[in-house]
């Protein structure tokens, strides 16, 4: 089994930065791939941003230059770095990780991310 863990959301201002961290545990053998989603009230869960064990990176055209993904392979740990945060960034972000063995999806409980004045 694989946990995920997420911190470091909260209430920040339009125009503000937060950075998330999801932390993987247990079986971290069976992960290559870890993300981010969200969701917000009403809508689906979307992808935000996506990065490999070797560094590469995806994200959606909505957080383009403003979301920066990362990760420390030695700590089991991925990063969300948010920046010019938005009203519609508001949402619940959820660490996601494929299990290359199984083929489920690992998820956190995710962490509420508000951006309102």
């Known amino acids: 089994q694989v946990q995920l863990v997420e911190s470091g959301g909260g209430l920040v201002q339009p125009g503000g930065s937060l950075r998330l961290s999801c932390a993987a545990s247990?079986?971290?053998?069976?992960?290559?791939?870890m993300g981010w989603y969200r969701q917000a009230p009403g809508k689906q869960r979307e992808l935000v941003a996506a990065?490999?064990?070797?560094?590469?990176?995806s994200y959606a055209d909505s957080v383009k230059g403003r979301f920066t993904i990362s990760r420390d392979n030695a700590k089991n740990t991925v990063y969300l770095q948010m920046v010019s945060l938005k009203p519609e960034d508001t949402a619940v972000y959820y660490c996601?990780?494929?299990?290359?063995?199984?083929?489920?999806?690992?998820w956190g409980k995710g962490t509420l991310v508000t951006v309102s004045s």
């Open positions: 996601n990780a494929p299990d290359r063995v199984s083929g489920m999806h690992h």
């Open positions: 247990g079986s971290v053998v069976r992960i290559d791939v």
């Open positions: 990065v490999t064990s070797g560094g590469s990176t």
